[in-house]
Structures are given as structure tokens and as C-alpha cells.
């Protein structure tokens, strides 16, 4: 490494970055609420998203009341499906919004994601007006070839390989389809989805080497491809990893221009140097940490492979192999932070998946380019793309269809992270002193590596790979997520046994698949045992049913209110259980399950005397584990509150999961005097228009001496326990 200072200076630099919070490098923002604002700025790029116009503008004057500042970049969003044009200056009025904070374990960091593109707000547009501006004919022509390509691919292909083909040649991801989308990441494939070195090398080296073979000047060839590299990097979206490949594409070029060696470690080290300069955040974001390193792994393990090995005639299946094993040991712990997931069977399925991407990308690319002609002579390199994708449909159906294909581990401990790179280091240090010796070696016989060595490197990289996957836990584990306007509770028994407790929102779209689920992946959660249901209200079912129609978590078990009289929701509710193949238990006030330490009993809704009122015959559960007890109370009212205590049921718990939302009818005096809780949870929205948590409630906690926590200033709330000792921590 002596040899690639710049390499180590960018390495060490990469180190340092990564080490540092993410919160150095944020901006305080101006806003921490979302308020009508005024904006003024420049168009930079347009998408047609989500049947929503989404504007980037750059040099924006924003006008928020009294108080007016400027932002780089901000995001905008309007129903008005007019295109400006790229450099158009657009008056603009609506409502900003900060960009929020994650408040869940496992949740998308989307502060994080937008302060690398140095966007803090967005505004959702009421009204805009055009006011004049220089157009860049440059930007403008590229966003127009996209779309008539995009057109092109319509014409020429039917759903939804069009969308696929637009997200990997355009960069255009707004027509792709979601369940293409799924199918592709949960086989490991969705790489092919992004614009990624694969495709800049495959355009831009492909390019200079037929133009190099027909004029015979590199210098020639190397000027239209280096501007052809970076207008496609533009009109593509400038992705972190397509940056770094037209950077170190370009570097090879002039490597072959001076006629100087192309070495891929300080090409690399350039370009993580140039986007650090630039982005310092973007060391922290996925697709930087993917894409560098992939790269670094084939930088690193690839000379090696060939230690152990005599010479022999290369196969092409065997280099794929390695490759995309490289990779893997590289990436392993990344995968997991931001996915949680691993696709066992990815690494062979991408031996077939790489080597046709190449004919895929030729042929789309063709495609477009043909069909700016002819339309109907672009129906050829179609029908080639049409194959191709189908035979990725396939595979990736086969693939899913296997057992094991997808293994739900979790985003795993820091330590281990830390234990698996060094001995990861520590193992390519001794492999490359075994490299250094065979290239010494002048003996007779033939070299060998060390028997020992060898043994020790793969047995320890194996072990500490298989620590990634493991997870140890003592004690009961209990969180409150943030839902918003809503409620969901999960906990899980030292033996694994998991619970979930509700889940939905009335303010967070999309909360199964944006909260819940990527919540009970980050902690390897595959399968819920027993999926508890209060009652039949949106704010707590909503998200179960995207938990049950995404299928990726098994729920093994429901348990509902025993109700006499059954409403739509109800009904609906129980269809979908059973199209699920869920088994369904129907709870009502005396039932009990024990299981060694644990016990939980259901306390309402009683038999007999039950109404049409939701809220009131909400599931009432009492869960104790050692010395600990909880109590979860869905929405129940004063009047049922006074009704369970008169059972004489009520005891002291340590945790109480406040009724309703800490509305200010509910957790009555006499219910508190009973339950006296040491701690008070509430789920409630920032914004809610219900006044959650009441006051009134607040006092009436207050006054019982239990300490309150509400999901809206804290995010999720974590509880752990033994059994007699309790913690509590929370996100913010």
C-alpha cells in the first residue's frame, strides 16, 4: 500500500468520516414544523412521480411569515402537470416541511438520504408561477430524449418489463413496479435496478474502445465519451455509484491516454476523495458503501484467488464466482445494516443474472437509440429484452420458491461489525504474505500456500461471519414503535417468541410497509407468534393489513375481542387472517395463557353486557413476565375503565400502554388509582387534531407519580426487562 498513498490518504480519510455522527455535518434547520411558506428558485430537474410533478429547485428564496432565508436545493411537489423548463425561475406557494428524522429501529434514515443531496425541506405546492429564467438547452434536451425513450420502451414493451427497462437504461424508477421491485430484492438482483458501474463501464470503456479501433487517436475518442458519460450521468440522476464509476472510467481513459497502467485501488481512492470533498454525508449512505465496496472487495480478494491454484485455462463461471464472492465478503455487514435481509441463493442466481445484464444493457440501449428512428425496427432489440427479463422473472420466482431463499437477520451489533473487518484485515494481510512468497519462490517444487494459514483465515472469516447472523437475548424485550396517529407495541420472550400488539396510523401512510415491517426486520424478526388486535379502528389495523399482505412476516396466530356482534371491519378483518392462513383466537375477559414465566390474561371485554361501541370492547390484556407486568388497554373509555375495576381484576403494573392515545377520556382516576403504573406509555401524532395526550390525563398521570412517555417526543420507546429490573430507553 505504499505504493497507493492516494489510495490510504482517501481510506483513512473514509474512516474518520464514517466515524463521525452524522448530526456534525446537518444543518440547523430554520424549520422544525411544517408552515405555509412562499418560495422563489430556479428549476434544476422534473419528474412525473406518483401522479405528482416533483421539482427540484436550486437558489431558493423561501418566505415563511416574517422570517425569510435561502436553501441550496429543495424539493418540491404540485398537481400541476405543466414541464418546466430546466433553468426556468418558478414563484411557488404551499406548504414546507422539514425533512423528518428516523423515530424507529430499522427505519429510512430520509434526514440522512436528503442531506447528502443538500435538500432540507419540501414543499407541497398550492400554486406556481412561471417568472421568466434562462433555459439550459443542454439539461433540458437530455430530460426530453428520456422521456421519448421512456415512450419508446412503452411502445415497444408491455408492463412491467417497460418500467424495469426505464429504471435500468433511464434511471427513471417512477413507473417501476412494485412487486418487479420486491422480486428483484429479495433474490439479491436489485442492483440491476440502479444505474451502476456495470452500466457506465459497459457505455463508457465500450464506447472508447470501438472509437479508438476506428479512428486510431485515443485522445479523439476519449473527448465524445467522456461528454457522453457525463450526460448520461445527468440525465440518469447523478447517483452516488454512477459518479464513481464515470470518475474512474474517465481515470482509465487517461491512463490509456499517457499510456500509464490503470490501477483500480487509486482510482477509487480519487473518486472517494472527490465525493467526501464534496458530500462528506455520502460515506454514510448505502449506495456509497455498496458501491465502493464492491469494488474494494474485487480489488482485494481478486488477486488471491488464484494463490491456491496452478495454472489452468480460465472459466468464465468460476471468475463470476469469485467475483460476486468478493463482493459479498466486502458487503456482508452493509447488506445487513440497510437491508436486514440476506438472499441466499443470490450469489449463484448472478452468475446468470451479470453476464446477460451486459447483452440486456447493449440491447436496451439499441432499443432506444433505433426506435428514435424507426419504431418498428426497435421491436427487435426489444423481443431481446423481453427474454432476458423473462428469464430474470423466472429465476427469480424458482429462486424464491426454495427453502431458505430469504433470511431475515437483523441489523446486527456494532462489535460485531468491528470484529468481523478486522478479521477480515487481519486475514488479507497474511493472504497477501503468502502472496508475497510466491512470487519468490524459486523452488523447485511447486509453491504451496500454508495448510495452516488457510485453515486459520477461512475458519475465522467463517466465524465471524456466522456472528453477524446470531443474536443472543435476555430477558423481555418490549418496544412502542412511532406510528403516528396510531398505536403498535411489539415484545419478544428471551426464547423468541414474538408479539405484536396492534398496528396502524391515521397520519403516517403506509405504515406497515414503511415502519412496522423494516422495525421487525432490523431485528430478525421472520414470524410473529401470537398478533394481538384491540379493536377494528384504521388507527390500529391498517398497517396489519399491509404486514399480512406483504407475506415476508409469517404471522402464526390472532388473537381478537370474542365480540357477539361483528361489524364490517371485523369481518374483513377476519377474511384476510384466514386468506393468510392465520389461525384466529377469539379472547374475552378470564381467559389465560401461562408459559413458564410468562403468563398473559385477557381482562376485557367481558361476555356479557357488550355494545356496538368499538373503542369500548377494545381487547384489554394483562401481560406479566417474573415480577413484571404490563397492561395494554386498546381505547377504552372512563366507563369501561370503572366497569374493569369493579371486577376487582386491576393490580399494580409496572407498564401501562395509556388508553386511546392519552385522550382526556380515558385513564379516569379510579382506573389509575388501581393500575398505579410506574410508567405510562402514549402513542400520538405531533399533529394530531384530537389534542392527544389531554392534559387533563397528563395531570392525572402526574398525580399517580408514573413517568410518562409519548412516542411524539420521543420516537419508539424500548423497555427491557428480567423479570424485577427495568430500563427504558427511547430513539430521540
Same mark, same amino acid.
Not at 22 to 35: D, S
Not at 362 to 390: K, M, Y
Not at 603 to 621: A, C, F, H, I, Y
Given at each position: 500500500?505504499?505504493?497507493?498513498?492516494?489510495?490510504?490518504?482517501?481510506?483513512?480519510?473514509?474512516?474518520? &468520516?464514517?466515524?463521525?455522527?452524522?448530526?456534525?455535518?446537518?444543518?440547523?434547520?430554520?424549520?422544525?414544523?411544517?408552515?405555509?411558506?412562499?418560495?422563489?428558485?430556479?428549476?434544476?430537474?422534473?419528474?412525473?412521480?406518483?401522479?405528482?410533478?416533483?421539482?427540484?429547485?436550486?437558489?431558493?428564496?423561501?418566505?415563511?411569515?416574517?422570517?425569510?432565508?435561502?436553501?441550496?436545493?429543495?424539493?418540491?411537489?404540485?398537481?400541476?402537470?405543466?414541464?418546466?423548463?430546466?433553468?426556468?425561475?418558478?414563484?411557488?406557494?404551499?406548504?414546507?416541511?422539514?425533512?423528518?428524522?428516523?423515530?424507529?429501529?430499522?427505519?429510512?434514515?430520509?434526514?440522512?438520504?436528503?442531506?447528502?443531496?443538500?435538500?432540507?425541506?419540501?414543499?407541497?405546492?398550492?400554486?406556481?408561477?412561471?417568472?421568466?429564467?434562462?433555459?439550459?438547452?443542454?439539461?433540458?434536451?437530455?430530460?426530453?430524449?428520456?422521456?421519448?425513450?421512456?415512450?419508446?420502451?412503452?411502445?415497444?414493451?408491455?408492463?412491467?418489463?417497460?418500467?424495469?427497462?426505464?429504471?435500468?437504461?433511464?434511471?427513471?424508477?417512477?413507473?417501476?413496479?412494485?412487486?418487479?421491485?420486491?422480486?428483484?430484492?429479495?433474490?439479491?438482483? /436489485?442492483?440491476?435496478?440502479?444505474?451502476?458501474?456495470?452500466?457506465?463501464?459497459?457505455?463508457?470503456?465500450?464506447?472508447? $474502445?470501438?472509437?479508438?479501433?476506428?479512428?486510431?487517436?485515443?485522445?479523439?475518442?476519449?473527448?465524445?465519451?467522456?461528454?457522453?458519460?457525463?450526460?448520461?450521468?445527468?440525465?440518469?440522476?447523478?447517483?452516488? /455509484?454512477?459518479?464513481?464509476?464515470?470518475?474512474?472510467?474517465?481515470?482509465?481513459?487517461?491512463?490509456?491516454?499517457?499510456?500509464?497502467?490503470?490501477?483500480?485501488?487509486?482510482?477509487?481512492?480519487?473518486?472517494?476523495?472527490?465525493?467526501?470533498?464534496?458530500?462528506?454525508?455520502?460515506?454514510?449512505?448505502?449506495?456509497?458503501? &455498496?458501491?465502493?465496496?464492491?469494488?474494494?472487495?474485487?480489488?482485494?480478494?481478486?488477486?488471491?484467488?488464484?494463490?491456491?491454484?496452478?495454472?489452468?485455462?480460465?472459466?468464465?463461471?468460476?471468475?463470476?464466482?469469485?467475483?460476486?464472492?468478493?463482493?459479498?465478503?466486502?458487503?456482508?455487514?452493509?447488506?445487513?445494516?440497510?437491508?436486514?435481509?440476506?438472499?441466499?441463493?443470490?450469489?449463484?442466481?448472478?452468475?446468470?443474472?451479470?453476464?446477460?445484464?451486459?447483452?440486456?444493457?447493449?440491447?436496451?440501449?439499441?432499443?432506444?437509440?433505433?426506435?428514435?428512428?424507426?419504431?418498428?425496427?426497435?421491436?427487435?432489440?426489444?423481443?431481446?429484452?423481453?427474454?432476458?427479463?423473462?428469464?430474470?422473472?423466472?429465476?427469480?420466482?424458482?429462486?424464491?420458491?426454495?427453502?431458505?431463499?430469504?433470511?431475515?437477520?437483523?441489523?446486527?451489533?456494532?462489535? $460485531?461489525?468491528?470484529?468481523?473487518?478486522?478479521?477480515?484485515?487481519?486475514?488479507?494481510?497474511?493472504?497477501?504474505?503468502?502472496?508475497?512468497?510466491?512470487?519468490?519462490?524459486?523452488?523447485?517444487?511447486?509453491?504451496?500456500?500454508?495448510?495452516?494459514?488457510?485453515?486459520?483465515?477461512?475458519?475465522?472469516?467463517?466465524?465471524?461471519?456466522?456472528?453477524?447472523?446470531?443474536?443472543?437475548?435476555?430477558?423481555?424485550?418490549?418496544?412502542?414503535?412511532?406510528?403516528?396517529?396510531?398505536?403498535?407495541?411489539?415484545?419478544?420472550?428471551?426464547?423468541?417468541?414474538?408479539?405484536?400488539?396492534?398496528?396502524?396510523?391515521?397520519?403516517?401512510?403506509?405504515?406497515?410497509?414503511?415502519?412496522?415491517?423494516?422495525?421487525?426486520?432490523?431485528?430478525?424478526?421472520?414470524?410473529?407468534?401470537?398478533?394481538?388486535?384491540?379493536?377494528?379502528?384504521?388507527?390500529?389495523?391498517?398497517?396489519?393489513?399491509?404486514?399480512?399482505?406483504?407475506?415476508?412476516?409469517?404471522?402464526?396466530?390472532?388473537?381478537?375481542?370474542?365480540?357477539?356482534?361483528?361489524?364490517?371491519?371485523?369481518?374483513?378483518?377476519?377474511?384476510?387472517?384466514?386468506?393468510?392462513?392465520?389461525?384466529?383466537?377469539?379472547?374475552?375477559?378470564?381467559?389465560?395463557?401461562?408459559?413458564?414465566?410468562?403468563?398473559?390474561?385477557?381482562?376485557?371485554?367481558?361476555?356479557?353486557?357488550?355494545?356496538?361501541?368499538?373503542?369500548?370492547?377494545?381487547?384489554?390484556?394483562?401481560?406479566?413476565?417474573?415480577?413484571?407486568?404490563?397492561?395494554?388497554?386498546?381505547?377504552?373509555?372512563?366507563?369501561?375503565?370503572?366497569?374493569?375495576?369493579?371486577?376487582?381484576?386491576?393490580?399494580?403494573?409496572?407498564?401501562?400502554?395509556?388508553?386511546?392515545?392519552?385522550?382526556?377520556?380515558?385513564?379516569?382516576?379510579?382506573?389509575?388509582?388501581?393500575?398505579?403504573?410506574?410508567?405510562?406509555?402514549?402513542?400520538?401524532?405531533?399533529?394530531?387534531?384530537?389534542?392527544?395526550?389531554?392534559?387533563?390525563?397528563?395531570?392525572?398521570?402526574?398525580?399517580?407519580?408514573?413517568?410518562?412517555?409519548?412516542?411524539?417526543?420521543?420516537?419508539?420507546?424500548?423497555?427491557?426487562?428480567?423479570?424485577?429490573?427495568?430500563?427504558?430507553?427511547?430513539?430521540?
Amino acid at each position: 500500500m505504499r505504493q497507493r498513498p492516494v489510495a490510504c490518504a482517501a481510506f483513512l480519510l473514509f474512516l474518520i &468520516l464514517l466515524l463521525m455522527p452524522a448530526e456534525f455535518f446537518y444543518r440547523t434547520p430554520r424549520l422544525t414544523e411544517k408552515c405555509k411558506a412562499e418560495v422563489l428558485g430556479y428549476v434544476e430537474r422534473r419528474t412525473w412521480k406518483n401522479e405528482k410533478m416533483q421539482l427540484l429547485l436550486e437558489d431558493c428564496q423561501i418566505r415563511t411569515g416574517e422570517d425569510e432565508f435561502q436553501e441550496d436545493r429543495l424539493l418540491v411537489y404540485t398537481k400541476d402537470p405543466t414541464e418546466y423548463e430546466v433553468g426556468s425561475i418558478l414563484s411557488l406557494s404551499g406548504t414546507i416541511y422539514p425533512i423528518e428524522e428516523p423515530t424507529n429501529p430499522g427505519q429510512f434514515n430520509s434526514r440522512l438520504y436528503y442531506a447528502g443531496k443538500g435538500i432540507s425541506y419540501t414543499l407541497y405546492a398550492d400554486q406556481a408561477n412561471h417568472m421568466g429564467g434562462t433555459v439550459h438547452p443542454v439539461k433540458e434536451q437530455l430530460l426530453r430524449l428520456q422521456k421519448q425513450i421512456g415512450q419508446i420502451y412503452e411502445t415497444v414493451l408491455e408492463e412491467p418489463e417497460d418500467g424495469i427497462l426505464k429504471a435500468m437504461v433511464l434511471g427513471d424508477k417512477t413507473e417501476l413496479d412494485s412487486e418487479v421491485q420486491k422480486l428483484y430484492q429479495q433474490n439479491g438482483i /436489485s442492483h440491476v435496478l440502479a444505474i451502476s458501474g456495470l452500466h457506465i463501464s459497459l457505455i463508457g470503456m465500450g464506447l472508447y $474502445k470501438m472509437l479508438k479501433r476506428i479512428t486510431g487517436y485515443g485522445m479523439i475518442s476519449a473527448i465524445p465519451t467522456m461528454a457522453l458519460l457525463m450526460a448520461y450521468g445527468w440525465m440518469t440522476g447523478g447517483s452516488l /455509484s454512477s459518479v464513481r464509476a464515470v470518475g474512474m472510467c474517465a481515470i482509465a481513459i487517461l491512463a490509456d491516454l499517457v499510456g500509464r497502467t490503470y490501477d483500480m485501488l487509486t482510482a477509487m481512492g480519487v473518486m472517494l476523495l472527490v465525493i467526501a470533498r464534496t458530500n462528506p454525508l455520502a460515506v454514510k449512505q448505502s449506495a456509497f458503501l &455498496l458501491s465502493f465496496g464492491a469494488v474494494l472487495g474485487i480489488a482485494w480478494f481478486g488477486p488471491l484467488w488464484t494463490l491456491e491454484e496452478k495454472k489452468k485455462k480460465k472459466q468464465k463461471w468460476r471468475e463470476g464466482l469469485q467475483t460476486s464472492l468478493s463482493v459479498l465478503l466486502m458487503t456482508f455487514p452493509v447488506l445487513l445494516q440497510f437491508f436486514s435481509e440476506y438472499a441466499l441463493y443470490s450469489t449463484f442466481l448472478n452468475l446468470l443474472v451479470i453476464p446477460l445484464m451486459s447483452v440486456l444493457m447493449a440491447a436496451g440501449i439499441l432499443c432506444g437509440a433505433v426506435g428514435l428512428l424507426n419504431l418498428q425496427a426497435a421491436r427487435l432489440p426489444g423481443l431481446v429484452c423481453h427474454g432476458i427479463l423473462s428469464v430474470y422473472q423466472r429465476m427469480g420466482n424458482l429462486c424464491l420458491r426454495l427453502p431458505g431463499s430469504v433470511l431475515t437477520i437483523g441489523i446486527p451489533d456494532p462489535w $460485531k461489525v468491528l470484529i468481523y473487518y478486522l478479521t477480515l484485515a487481519l486475514a488479507l494481510f497474511l493472504l497477501y504474505k503468502e502472496k508475497q512468497r510466491k512470487k519468490y519462490w524459486r523452488k523447485q517444487e511447486s509453491f504451496r500456500i500454508s495448510r495452516r494459514i488457510l485453515f486459520w483465515c477461512r475458519g475465522s472469516v467463517l466465524f465471524t461471519l456466522l456472528l453477524l447472523c446470531v443474536h443472543y437475548q435476555s430477558g423481555m424485550e418490549i418496544c412502542m414503535l412511532d406510528v403516528g396517529q396510531g398505536d403498535c407495541l411489539f415484545w419478544e420472550l428471551p426464547d423468541g417468541t414474538t408479539f405484536l400488539s396492534d398496528g396502524g396510523s391515521t397520519s403516517v401512510s403506509d405504515v406497515g410497509n414503511y415502519r412496522i415491517v423494516p422495525f421487525l426486520k432490523a431485528r430478525g424478526v421472520h414470524k410473529i407468534d401470537y398478533l394481538l388486535i384491540s379493536h377494528m379502528d384504521q388507527d390500529h389495523i391498517n398497517g396489519i393489513k399491509e404486514v399480512l399482505e406483504d407475506g415476508s412476516i409469517q404471522v402464526e396466530q390472532a388473537l381478537l375481542p370474542g365480540l357477539q356482534r361483528k361489524d364490517d371491519a371485523y369481518l374483513e378483518m377476519e377474511a384476510l387472517l384466514e386468506n393468510a392462513n392465520v389461525e384466529k383466537l377469539c379472547l374475552n375477559s378470564g381467559d389465560l395463557a401461562a408459559q413458564g414465566d410468562y403468563s398473559m390474561r385477557c381482562l376485557w371485554p367481558p361476555v356479557e353486557g357488550q355494545t356496538d361501541d368499538r373503542n369500548k370492547m377494545s381487547l384489554v390484556m394483562e401481560v406479566e413476565y417474573g415480577e413484571f407486568r404490563m397492561l395494554l388497554t386498546g381505547d377504552i373509555g372512563e366507563q369501561a375503565e370503572r366497569q374493569l375495576a369493579a371486577t376487582g381484576q386491576l393490580e399494580t403494573v409496572d407498564i401501562l400502554k395509556v388508553a386511546h392515545h392519552g385522550s382526556r377520556y380515558s385513564s379516569s382516576s379510579e382506573f389509575l388509582a388501581q393500575a398505579t403504573p410506574a410508567v405510562s406509555l402514549i402513542s400520538c401524532s405531533a399533529t394530531n387534531r384530537y389534542g392527544h395526550p389531554g392534559q387533563e390525563t397528563l395531570e392525572r398521570l402526574q398525580t399517580e407519580k408514573s413517568a410518562v412517555r409519548i412516542t411524539k417526543n420521543c420516537g419508539a420507546i424500548c423497555v427491557w426487562t428480567d423479570g424485577s429490573v427495568i430500563k427504558l430507553k427511547t430513539v430521540k
